[in-house]
């Protein structure tokens, strides 16, 4: 759930827009890694914050010994299953948004985009 909201949150400041389906797949297709399926995360995301439950199609695990598994076909599920690591998700998740802070401190833009968004928005958050 944290993952999915965080993506949403990310999503905003890179895009300027909160909450949007927009932000949110600009934000999965620029900064994580191309194998996972910004569609898809969407649905999966629209499910777990509004729903509090996975969609039919996603297995989320935690096990150490199934990381090497992780955004791979769980057919198990249905067509297409997919299972999503939980480790992994974390640690991509990390790397994109230093990506993303990265992204800022090279395109004026993209900083401008998140400064304003992040002042527009986060300021209940204890504000910058």
Request: with cysteine.
């Amino acid at each position: 759930m944290l993952s999915m909201a965080a993506m949403d949150i990310l999503g905003g400041l890179y895009t300027g827009m909160s909450g949007k389906q927009h932000s949110f797949l600009a934000f999965v297709t620029d900064f994580l890694p191309k194998a996972y399926p910004a569609g898809r995360l969407w649905k999966l995301r629209c499910a777990v914050l509004h729903n509090y439950q996975l969609t039919a199609d996603v297995m989320f695990v935690l096990a150490p010994q199934l990381a090497d598994r992780h955004l791979t076909v769980v057919n198990e599920l249905g067509p297409g299953g997919l299972l999503i690591h939980g480790a992994c998700l974390t640690e991509d998740l990390d790397s994109a948004a230093e990506r993303l802070i990265l992204r800022a401190r090279q395109d004026p833009e993209v900083a401008s985009r998140l400064i304003r968004h992040a002042r527009r928005h986060l300021l209940m958050m204890g504000g910058i």
